[in-house]
């Protein structure tokens, strides 16, 4: 520029760089290692969907928010980074909501970032596009929820998040990114200088030395010790510790449903097979990352039986102990770092079980096991919820690597008990609030997160919650196989409406041909009807890495109500007259 051109306009070469909001919620979560955002777009929130294709984040796009909420959520708990969630203001918000609270739940780590409306409309209720005070909404239902409204706080906004999401115990976090934030501008420099790369965003938390010592206390004086292994213990993926000092100990193991896998359940010291005598028969139990919740009958009442007890517990959460019963040696940290500090104490004076518990206990299995072998062998047609898992225990044990997805209520309940898993963090399913349409959402979210194949064993209504996602399945080209277990409606397909006038209400269309939905978006669908059909269907699948749904019929009569938890269901005591 000339002397004189610099005299007429003396700012026009120092042209200012700018950046904007968009660019600066993209920046900060790239700079956190965030590569992948799941979400639905729309107003305010569709450029920033695009703007972070762009910028090589993978983005993958929903039909509904729930469903994309439930693939960051197990992306959280797959990876322990964050899964984040992204919706559009008010409706898009509250279908991903469900999620959000479902993740804080299960202690799975995720951060749904939605779009609001603009504050001054929102706060004076004038009816704004979209209207709802979302942040107040969200807050009771996740462990934090922030809410940024200058371009120059996006860094910290999202740092906060972060650092929320993962840390102590995990959970949900809210981030209210209202829509005149995106289009906010200011100097780039200091738009790169405000952003944050949190450190050390989950710190491991050490026991107290004194509290190690009072566990090992009680562990070496148990007479019939159990280790109870949570989802806690699977998400740590302090695998290496965990297997170790099992082993090391002897120590005979429970998993929980999520938990299955980080020790084979074929694994000697696998309880699996003798819950119920384990759980009554224990003298010492030590919970590993699990909460004694109505999955463990709250630690009391007839399921425990009546000798006493004593819990030892370790959780990174203080205000988890005490919560239902005594804990008499409380441990609190990481599960990496309490289960390291207990292995040091399993030195030359530990004693192993005694073989009269450990006998015990294989003696109950081995007869549990030959009980069940026959219904898993039979090749019948209509098939029942036995001989099709039979067909789907061996799928597992051919493929271990592969992630099983599972809902439903008699389809969630017998594979629990009937799959065996052989690596760590390969089941998936209801968790703690035992919900349903966690399918679709877990399927993609473990496909996108793990590049593994993906079996999602289905009940037919569990599938119905978020079954449009086969679309998103095939769109993004996953290698997940659906398989149905098609018995015509919920727990049974043989209600009836008393009055004759409408079907019963846990009733579905007959023999319904959910394979056909598969087909309309250019994936596999398949309709079987035995067991080697279904085997035979699932490796096609499975080799083949095609999108596929296998519509499985099963014997509408062969369930039963809830499934496992139909002691939990309220009975009329009034009889009414005809
Ligand atoms: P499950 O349903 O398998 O019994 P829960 O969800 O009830 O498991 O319990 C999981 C527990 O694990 C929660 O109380 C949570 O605080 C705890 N937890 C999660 N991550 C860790 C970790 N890294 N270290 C210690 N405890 C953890
Ligand atoms: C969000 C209640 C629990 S299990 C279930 C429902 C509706 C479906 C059971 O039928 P399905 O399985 O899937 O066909 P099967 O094999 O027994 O026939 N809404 C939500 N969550 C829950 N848990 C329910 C309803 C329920
Ligand atoms: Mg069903």
Known sequence: ?????????????????????????????????????????????????????AEGIRVVSFRHEQNAGNAAAIAGFLTKKPGICLTVSAPGFLN?????????????????????????????????YEEMDQLAIAKPL??????????????????????????????????DLPAKLFSQVM??????????????????QLPAPSAVKRALDVLKAAKRPLII????????QADEEIRTFVEKSGIPFLPMSMAKGILPDTHPQSAGAARSTVLKDADVVLLVGARLNWLLSHGKGKTWGDAPKKFIQIDIEPKEMDSNVEIVAPLVGDIGSCISALLAGIDGSWQAPSTEWTGAINARKEANIAKMAPKLMKNSAPMDFHSAL???????????????????????????GIIDMYEPRK?????????????????????????KPVLAVEGDSAFGFSGMEVETICRYNLPVCIVIFNNNGIYRGTDTDPTGRDPGTTVFVKDSRYDKMMEAFGGVGVHVTTPDELKRAVDKAMDSG????????????AGSESGNIGSLNPQSVVKKKS
């Open 546 to 557: 095609v999108p596929t749904l296998i519509n499985a019929a099963i014997d509408p009569a």
């Open 142 to 175: 996740c462990k934090a929820a922030f809410r940024v409204l200058h371009a120059a706080d996006i860094g910290i906004g999202v740092a906060r998040a972060i650092r929320a999401a993962v840390s102590g115990r995990p959970g949900g976090v809210y981030l």
């Open 1 to 53: 520029m000339s002397a004189i051109a610099q005299m007429i306009d003396p700012v026009a070469d120092v042209e200012q760089e700018l950046t904007d909001g968009f660019h600066l919620v993209i920046d900060a979560l790239k700079l956190n290692g965030i590569d992948t955002i799941y979400g639905v777009p729309g107003i305010p929130i569709t450029d920033l969907g695009r703007m972070a294709q």
């Open 96 to 128: 991903g909501l469900t999620a959000l609270a479902n993740a804080t739940t299960n202690c799975f780590p995720m951060i749904l970032i939605s779009g609001s409306s603009e504050r001054e409309i929102v706060d004076l209720q004038q009816g704004d």
């Open 390 to 416: 039979g067909a789907l225990r061996t799928v597992i044990k051919e493929r271990p690597d592969a992630i099983l997805v599972n809902e439903g209520a008699n389809t969630l309940d017998l594979a629990r």
């Open 427 to 451: 089941r998936l399913d209801v968790g703690t609030w035992g919900v349903m349409g966690i399918g679709m959402g877990f399927a993609v979210g473990a496909a996108v997160e793990t590049g």
């Open 229 to 236: 292994l949570g989802k806690g213990a699977a998400y740590s």
């Open 187 to 204: 100097d780039a420099e200091a738009g790169a200088k405000s952003l944050v790369k949190v450190i050390d965003a989950a710190p491991a």
